[in-house]
């Protein structure tokens, strides 16, 4: 079977991309994608704690051309980035914890109520860490924000997102997204999608 790991954070606009592109590969492929929510925070702290020191002290040219990169990746896909937007970095916690929660049953409801979260902290620039944002993205979707936010709340979500950031750092990942083929074919970021292509035609 074609299968995708992706482990993802909405905080980060290189995964907008890549959860916006993934989709219509996998579909082409016949490949199943398994949606894994993370803190890319937590990663940071663990593994990659440079993430933090080029933020305070960017080099301007890099900064520049990935800001130009960005917008260029963004038009190719149709989708609108505002970078930075005005709460950035933000606290992803709670969309996290709804990504994981409404992926129980079927999971049909989270890669909708996920492109939601990216297209307002992205596109519009709203903070998602805000209650009230949440609840009108649950709405803009047709869920019901009570029955999300008491699943957020529950100790069981909480400790399943952890597990979930812990495992991308025991696999090697080092930040979002970072996508797996076949359980061990590790890929990172948007840009290394048609690697994963290739991946997948191998299998």
Request: proline residues 7%.
């Amino acid at each position: 079977m074609r299968d995708i790991e992706c482990f993802f954070d909405c905080s980060s606009p290189w995964t907008y991309l890549c959860f916006h592109n993934l989709q219509p590969l996998a579909a082409e492929l016949g490949a199943r994608i398994d949606w894994r929510p993370i803190l890319v925070g937590g990663v940071f702290n663990a593994v990659n704690p440079g993430v933090y020191a080029s933020r305070a002290n960017p080099v301007p040219a890099k900064l520049a051309y990935m800001k130009k990169s960005m917008q260029d990746w963004a038009a190719l896909a149709g989708l609108t980035i505002v970078f930075p937007p005005p709460v950035f970095p933000v606290n992803s916690v709670k969309a996290m914890r709804a990504c994981l929660a409404l992926q129980d049953g079927d999971g049909s409801r989270m890669p909708g109520f996920a492109r939601a979260v990216f297209e307002a902290y992205w596109g519009r620039g709203e903070d998602i860490s805000q209650d009230p944002v949440l609840a009108r993205i649950c709405a803009e979707v047709g869920l019901d924000s009570d029955e999300v936010f008491a699943a957020i709340a529950q100790p069981a979500i909480k400790d399943r997102l952890k597990a979930n950031t812990d495992e991308l750092i025991r696999r090697g990942g080092f930040g979002s997204p970072t996508m797996f083929v076949g359980g061990t074919d590790m890929h990172f970021g948007n840009d290394s999608l048609p690697l994963v292509r290739e991946a997948l035609l191998r299998r």
